[in-house]
């Protein structure tokens, strides 16, 4: 009788654990996480991401699209920026100094600051004066279609979010970067 427990057991559980995974490794429980949450350690699919500064699955940095003025650095964090209805998580990473010239985007994007002092103003021109600084936690929506602009104050890195597509429109052409 005993043994029949033990053996249905051991049954029981390990039909609970292959019912938690998704086939590729992925688990779908745990203590951290809750029960239905992914978590993907594959780096290939939707599911709970880490950056490169916990030792899981890395934030892959390049050069930011022309687009942008020469300097940053740009990285998905989730979904493609270049897909319409689509939501996307971006990171950008600007120098000291860095100016991005009046723009606006198709649709709102939401920016937290993660290191270093983002200052961001709204209107058509530029202004020093119109900035608001935002600082490491802090928290932005840059409305759709309403013109803004940025500068940076040390080394700074925020991530923004949005439905897609991620794209700039500058305000004056002579602003763009491909322009020039």
Avoid at 13 to 37: E, K, M
Wanted: with cysteine; glycine share 12%; hydrophobic share 40%.
């Amino acid at each position: 009788m005993l043994l029949q427990r033990f053996s249905l057991g051991t049954l029981l559980v390990s039909l609970v654990l292959v019912a938690c995974s998704d086939g590729d490794g992925n688990r779908t429980i745990g203590p951290s996480f809750g029960q239905g949450v992914s978590l993907d350690t594959s780096g290939r699919g939707p599911g709970l991401r880490r950056d490169d500064r916990s030792g899981a699955t890395p934030i892959i940095w390049g050069p930011a699209p022309p687009i942008f003025p020469p300097g940053a650095q740009f990285a998905v964090v989730e979904g493609d920026p270049g897909a319409a209805g689509e939501i996307f998580t971006v990171r950008l990473r600007f120098p000291n100094g860095y100016v991005l010239p009046p723009h606006t985007h198709p649709a709102d994007e939401y920016v937290t600051v993660l290191q270093g002092t983002f200052l961001a103003g709204m209107g058509e021109d530029f202004s020093r004066a119109a900035l608001i600084a935002y600082k490491e936690d802090d928290f932005a929506t840059m409305p759709g279609n309403m013109a803004h602009f940025a500068a940076i104050r040390g080394t700074t890195e925020v991530q923004v979010h949005g439905m897609g597509p991620f794209a700039l429109t500058y305000v004056h052409p002579e602003d763009d970067p491909r322009n020039k």
